[in-house]
């Protein structure tokens, strides 16, 4: 049986609310900030440690961080089994495989702009998904932009070529990031439940600990040597992209509809290429810039709301 809308009852506004849509309105902003920052970040961490096990310790650096806030604040947990599961399919999906895929690519040779780049396709894959999964209605400027994103990113992947920068296996793993960011996009929006960030990110977290372990033991070369970039990389990367940023994308995944928030990606390359130039040196061909513009333009118009 289908259940219907109340009636609409005029209440006063509540102020809480009013404070978290003037929130909401700046998080787009910081979390590609955030978000575009980790690429070279992570790039830059890498070089000092086998990419799994730097994987699992940020992880369990994010745990000790959240151990303290769940002691204090004592957030609700989930009340029903299938919630838990929710939650820990997210984390697979995002810790594990979007990460992981991630880590390794920059381990073997992919650049922070291109694997940037490739994941800024997840709006071509929630585009084509999201109206059968979510029942969602994308109109024709939101299609118009999509391709004009997707032409940008041929565009760049044709200059990076061009320079010879990036290896195959590098490409695969960012493909494989690209799936697993856009599956987490799709699971989160269709059945994600509003929870406390900490319960949520607890969750997730220990489950990318748990699913991580053992491909380092598998898999992993165990080759670390603290300095001060693998410390100063792990401290970003704990409160600025694990506990800040993925907040931000899963608040603004619940709060808008998939397609669009997924828009967001196409600015990513070309703030995480620019912050890749001027912290590592990460060359960026003339004709690679013309296809970030062309990406950008592309997401200005995915963003245009369908007319009434």
């Known amino acids: ?9 005029s209440t006063p ?9 003037l929130w909401m309105r700046g998080a787009p902003l910081l979390f590609l900030l955030l978000w575009s920052l980790g690429f070279p970040v992570a790039r830059i961490g890498i070089q ?8 699992t310790l940020r992880f369990g650096l994010v745990l000790m961080v959240l151990a303290p806030l769940a002691l204090w604040l004592r957030p609700p947990l989930p009340s029903r089994g299938i919630d838990w599961w929710h939650q820990v399919v997210v984390g697979v999906l995002i810790q594990t495989l979007y990460f992981g895929f991630c880590y390794v690519g920059f381990a073997i040779g992919a650049s922070a702009s291109t694997v940037a780049l490739i994941i800024s396709l997840q709006p071509i894959v929630v585009a084509l998904l999201a109206p059968r999964l979510l029942d969602e209605r994308i109109g024709g400027h939101r299609w118009l932009g999509l391709g004009l994103g997707l032409a940008g990113a041929a565009i760049v992947i044709v200059a990076r070529e061009s320079t010879g920068g990036d290896s195959t296996a590098g490409l695969l793993c960012a493909l494989g ?15 994600g439940t509003r929870l406390h960030p900490v319960t949520s990110n607890a ?3 220990a489950t990318g600990l748990i699913t991580t372990l053992p491909l380092v033991i598998a898999f992993g070369q165990y080759r670390l040597s603290w300095t001060p970039e693998l410390v100063a990389s792990l401290g970003y ?9 993925i907040t931000l994308l899963l608040a603004m995944i619940r709060r808008g509809a998939a397609s669009r928030v997924s ?7 070309p703030t995480a290429a ?8 990460e060359p960026m061909p003339p004709l690679g810039w013309l296809g970030m513009a062309v990406a950008a333009l592309g997401v200005l118009l995915a963003r245009r709301e369908k007319a009434a």
């Open 237 to 245: 990367l704990v409160i600025g992209n694990s506990l800040i940023a």
């Open 48 to 55: 000092d440690v086998d990419p799994l096990l730097f994987l």
């Open 13 to 21: 506004e509540d102020p809480g609310e009013h404070d978290a849509a």
């Open 274 to 281: 620019l912050l890749a130039w001027l912290m590592i040196d």
């Open 263 to 269: 828009a967001l990606f196409y600015l990513v390359p």
């Open 177 to 191: 990031a690209l799936l697993g960011i856009s599956a987490a996009t799709l699971y989160e929006k269709r059945f």
């Open 203 to 205: 969750i997730q977290y």
């Open 1 to 9: 049986m289908s259940r219907q809308s109340s009636p609409a009852v």
